[in-house]
């Protein structure tokens, strides 16, 4: 017994680590993640990463539907679409971004042989969407919005 902390000591300490848990539950927050960009050797393509480089995400997006709608190729229209989706969910527009990673994965769906780690790195990317948006509309029901 004699090893066993003061009870208020242990009562303090216990309600510290309580509220270091809980408070991420109360308050938003935003967890860091990695999102994949391709960059083939296209022109447009390039040019949308170099726009990427110092976060003109409106640039990129153009350049990227451009692409998009220049090409018959479905690798790069499936590449393209998923850049755009990316750059509209960095730019806050989760449900363009959500559009854009399901036309990804249709052209990817359309490919004569699938890119598997693409199929599901995609798959895995319009869940969190999905998840992050319906979040999102009870997040603004719980603040009143």
Known sequence: MNDLPDRNDALVDGALNVGHKT???????????????????????????????????????????TELNKTDNVWIQAQ???????????????????????KAYYYIGKMPIV????????????NELT??????VILKKQLGE
Not at 80 to 102: C, P, Q, T, V
Not at 115 to 126: G, H, I, K, P, Q
């Open 115 to 126: 890119n598997y780690e693409s199929f599901v790195r995609l798959s895995d990317y319009m």
């Open 131 to 136: 998840q992050r948006k319906n979040e999102l």
């Open 23 to 65: 408070v991420n539950r109360f308050v938003p927050y935003w967890d860091k993640v990695d999102r994949y960009f391709f960059n083939p050797g296209r022109k447009l393509m390039r040019q949308g990463m170099d726009s990427v480089y110092v976060k003109n995400w409106k640039s990129a997006i153009g350049l990227w539907e």
């Open 80 to 102: 393209a679409a998923n850049n755009i989706a990316i750059g509209y969910e960095i730019s806050g527009d989760l449900d363009k971004a959500l559009e854009y990673a399901s």
